[in-house]
């Protein structure tokens, strides 16, 4: 089966971001660009120059959660572009948080991440990395009139900030002067003070139409152990305030961010442009490029909704295949490839709108139809029972791994008395236009002989437990003659002698509702209660040796993956990624 990581790459549509890029590289701007000088980690600054024809992007998770579906749009954008440009694309933890982050978080960041096809290489960093340089420009900000310690209540401030149409009001600690301030910083650092008593903000205009602008904070007091940097640290970077020192320090040429942050700009560009000013930082600066977030239809992308749904045990953990993060979509079978294709179909605009959950679905069908092995599962078996071949006999059956991939081989199905088929495929008294066995009709058992059926038994409550029929010897698919039984139905089965049985468990979209929680409503009622069937299913014999995360299409099913997590040797456990077509359009 085909390594997903080594997968071609698709040939590069264009869209607001590459024509913003190929301009960058058309006029030189990078031109003459080094590391060399350059504050931070000595592996990230080895003096090599930054080449004026590539470029640098980063992908800035937070390692306080696992990644979703929406991050994997991010990834594949900004690893792509750096792939496509022959650039490189910077992994970096945005851990500025001590309270939230745990280094789970990172691990599964990481392990996502190169799942996906990309791997960072010697391109790994943490915000943390900066924290004595974020410092020293906080003093540099303090020292210049640019920064100031705010002694004010939280309630205060944000009584004081103002609203989107009325003017903020300064803080009564705004013209501190400048060696007070920088005392006051360093005591927050040396841990004297306790949590929320002062922060430290910046000094810009707190009448300024953007409430971003209006005295930022860019430090705060939390006496907590960071998973990095231990105890050393009693004072903390806001996010706004870490995240484009990180970016100016690693030379990031385009940093990409979604629409939320674009507010956030102007604050990103003044930080950086007084600390080039002051000499710090170095030209040229990065720019910020806004790009709209994924919106998903039938699911929940935030954050706090996600930690809901698994603290409260709705799914069965952070990686359970009915959540939308990546590590449950990796373990309900869908495939990195899949992703890229998602990310490339669905492209990149600068307006929020809403994708369809059909089309992620339909991309993981036409890379899974691609590389799926075929194979036979009954979900619902019933014995069919041939009354007329001999009780002990046996013989093999052959059917394509791939129908489109002669080159794949067949393999062996055996055939015997007793059979499993679906239920579904018998009707004792048929609906019109049914072409599957009743009695009387004539099927083909696909891959094997066409059979007649005699009629079926029943339980004491008059359930049918087993159809009969006959076959015909000379009918077997592949043999001469076979040609000339002309049938309507062709069903799917498996030796009863011969199928094993797995756990399997059917799963399907967790929300039913397309935007779940919809005009202020509990997004919980929306939870569909059929997204997750378990049933022991009868499979043909080969499958008792499936690997984890080996995947195959169940014909008539859909597409399944051995469960990377509760699969045994000679026991695996099978998950149904998707169905093989969309049976959610109509009911939408």
């Known amino acids: ?10 040939a590069p549509v264009s869209n607001f971001i590459r024509q913003i890029i190929d301009a960058d590289l058309a006029a030189g701007k990078y031109a003459g660009v080094t590391w060399a000088g350059q504050p931070g980690p000595a592996a990230v600054h080895a003096g090599a120059p930054v080449d004026p024809a590539k470029i640098r992007t980063r992908f800035p998770p937070e390692p306080n959660g696992h990644l979703h579906i929406g991050h994997a749009k991010s990834i594949c954008l900004n690893f792509g572009l750096a792939r496509d440009y022959g650039g490189v694309c910077h992994l970096r933890f945005d851990d500025t948080n001590p ?29 943390s990395d900066y ?8 003093e540099y900000l303090i020292a210049s009139g640019h920064a100031y310690v705010d002694s004010q209540s939280a309630e205060d401030m ?5 609203t989107l149409t009325e003017p903020g009001r300064d803080s009564p600690f705004r013209e501190r002067g400048a060696a007070e301030n920088l005392a006051l910083f360093r005591r927050m650092a040396a ?15 707190m009448a300024a139409p953007n409430i971003n602008l209006r005295d930022p904070a860019i430090y705060r007091i939390r006496n907590a152990e960071h998973h990095r940097t231990g105890g050393k640290w009693c004072v903390y970077p806001m996010y706004t305030y870490a995240h484009p020192i990180e970016d100016a ?3 990031i040429t385009h940093s990409i961010c979604t629409l939320e942050f674009e507010d956030q700009r102007p604050f990103y560009d003044w930080l950086l442009d007084k600390l080039a000013e002051g000499g710090l930082l170095a030209w040229p600066l990065p720019q910020q490029i806004e790009f709209a977030r994924l919106n998903l239809s039938y699911a929940v992308l935030s954050k706090r909704k996600l930690i809901q749904l698994v603290q409260e045990k709705h799914v069965d953990g952070w990686d359970d295949p009915r959540l939308p993060t990546l590590a449950g979509a990796r373990r309900r079978g869908y495939t990195p490839a899949g992703f890229r294709l998602f990310a490339e179909r669905i492209g990149v605009a600068k307006a929020d709108s809403w994708i369809d959950y059909g089309v992620l679905e339909e991309c993981m069908r036409e890379d899974l139809n691609e590389h799926a092995p075929r194979r036979i599962a009954v979900l619902d078996p019933l014995k069919l029972i041939i009354d007329n071949y001999p009780h002990e006999q046996e013989e093999d059956c052959f059917a394509p791994n791939h129908p489109q991939k002669p080159e794949w081989g067949k393999r062996a199905l055996p055939f015997s008395r007793e059979l499993w088929i679906e239920r579904e495929d018998f009707a004792e008294h048929p609906p019109k236009g049914y072409f599957r066995l009743f009695p009387g009709n004539s099927v083909r058992l696909r891959y094997g002989f066409v059979v007649k059926c005699t009629g079926c038994e029943k339980d004491a409550a008059g359930n049918i437990v087993a159809v009969h029929c006959e076959y015909f010897p000379d009918s077997k698919s592949g043999t001469p003659g076979a040609d000339a039984y002309k ?14 049985t797995a756990e399997t468990r059917l799963y399907d979209r967790l929300f039913r509702a397309p935007n779940p929680g919809a005009g202020g409503g509990d997004y919980l009622a929306d939870l569909n209660p059929d997204a997750k069937r378990i049933i022991p299913a009868c499979l043909e014999p080969s499958l008792k040796d499936a690997q984890p995360e080996e995947r195959f299409q169940f014909e008539r099913h859909g597409y399944f993956v051995a469960d990377r997590v509760d699969s045994r040797p000679g026991q695996p456990v099978f998950n149904r990624a998707v169905t093989l077509k ?7």
């Open 487 to 500: 049938v309507k139905g062709n069903l799917h089965w498996l030796s009863a002698r011969h199928a094993c």
């Open 131 to 138: 924290f004595d340089f974020m410092a020293a420009a906080a």
């Open 191 to 205: 841990g004297e003070f306790p949590d929320g008593s002062h922060v430290l903000r910046a000094r810009i205009d």
């Open 158 to 162: 944000r009584r004081n900030r103002g």
């Open 249 to 251: 320090l690693e030379r």
């Open 99 to 127: 309270e939230k982050e745990e280094q789970e978080y990172v691990d599964a960041i990481i392990d996502a991440v190169r799942w996906l096809g990309f791997d960072p290489g010697a391109n790994l960093y943490f915000a």
């Open 582 to 588: 969309d049976s959610w359009s109509k009911a939408g």
């Open 1 to 10: 089966m085909r390594n997903d990581k080594h997968a071609p790459a698709a």
